[in-house]
């Protein structure tokens, strides 16, 4: 019996631990590559808080999906597509009599879900030239399209 045993459990070692350490290289191939996708999408917000500080907009934007298909939450509102989303920035930060501010992303939690989703949870704050600094937080779904990551879907609040 003691034989049947030992035997029994050298086979299994044999060949259930080839497949374990197999598993562990797949699964640590997959998390590089979402690394390397996080890194990319905290890049896309990162460019689009320079474009926001240099007061570029279009650039800002270009971190959104550009389609009808994108949603904007914000204020209690609805905006759907990119135009309507433009225009919404527009007119809250470039009209006359408002500002952009300076913009400060931070507390960014990047959350690859596949080769081409994730989300991101954040705090966005603005420092304006009268000291106020509104702030709030978002929650923004990214798709990985031909052009790159872009958000498809920004839900951002104001506190």
Request: with cysteine; net charge neutral.
């Amino acid at each position: 019996m003691r034989r049947f045993v030992l035997s029994f459990f050298s086979s299994l070692c044999c060949c259930c631990l080839p497949i374990i350490f197999l598993a562990q290289a797949q699964a640590q191939d997959v998390s590089g590559g979402y690394g390397n996708d996080a890194k990319a999408i905290e890049h896309v917000l990162r460019t689009q808080q320079e474009a926001w500080n240099r007061h570029d907009l279009e650039r800002f934007m270009a971190g959104y999906w550009n389609s009808p298909e994108l949603t904007f939450f914000s204020d209690a509102k609805e905006h759907d597509g990119w135009q309507a989303t433009i225009d919404r920035y527009l007119a809250t930060y470039s009209s006359p009599g408002h500002e952009m501010g300076k913009l400060d992303f931070s507390g960014l939690r990047v959350v690859v879900l596949s080769q081409d989703s994730a989300f991101v949870r954040g705090s966005w704050k603005l420092t304006m030239s009268d000291g106020k600094t509104p702030h709030g937080l978002f929650t923004l779904v990214f798709r990985k399209l031909p052009g790159g990551w872009k958000i498809v879907h920004d839900h951002t609040s104001a506190d």
